[in-house]
């Protein structure tokens, strides 16, 4: 069985280069493809490209990319076999993944148990380490500057501090 027989048509949840990358490489594969697109994007060549294209509604184009429920119902109205979400905008969203996949339609990309865990830094370095990863030397802790000086103190410096779930790497400091 070939890829497109077992997916016969994605419905690429994304914009710009990233869509139509995805786009370009499942007509490749002889994969039917389908675009979302706000309003401004209209135009854009990923929207030209696609076999199919759909317009989603939103105040702004980040409104309409990151509405998980018009994306999954536009997705079941064009009959797609699976969902790519490209990077960024839903593709780390386990709320997206999980509502993909109640619809019935696959997710190209990890679980959304998998996602979950990996929002979360303090439970992901929890369950590597019961799965006996090795793992650099950290503390998370709730306690006073004093015992996180102290537990910094510990590890050794230079130490990175860094938001437990997430953001990209905003808010990081040596």
């Known amino acids: 069985m ?6 016969p048509k994605v419905l690429v949840a994304n914009r710009g280069e990233i869509a139509l990358r995805i786009i370009r490489t499942c007509q490749k594969l002889d994969i039917q ?3 979302i697109y706000h309003d401004i994007d209209r135009n854009s060549p990923y929207v030209l490209r696609a076999d199919e294209a759909c317009e989603i509604r939103g105040d702004t184009p980040t409104s309409a990319y990151l509405d998980i429920a018009q994306i999954v119902r536009v ?13 960024g905008f839903l593709a780390e969203n386990s709320l997206f993944a999980a509502a993909v996949a109640a619809a019935g339609i696959r997710f190209v990309g990890p679980r959304p148990e998998a996602i979950r ?9 929890e369950f590597v380490k019961q799965h006996k990863v090795p793992l650099a030397p950290s503390t998370s802790s709730d306690g006073s500057e004093a ?3 102290e537990q910094a103190t510990a590890i050794g410096f230079p130490i990175l501090i860094k938001a437990a ?10």
Do not use: N
């Open 165 to 174: 779930a997430g953001g990209g790497g905003k808010g990081m400091h040596i």
């Open 33 to 35: 493809t389908v675009a």
């Open 147 to 149: 015992e996180l000086l």
């Open 2 to 7: 070939s890829l497109a027989e077992l997916i």
């Open 75 to 87: 997705a079941a109205e064009y009959d797609v076999s699976a969902v790519h979400p490209g990077y």
């Open 117 to 125: 865990l990996l929002g979360d830094k303090v439970e992901a370095r």
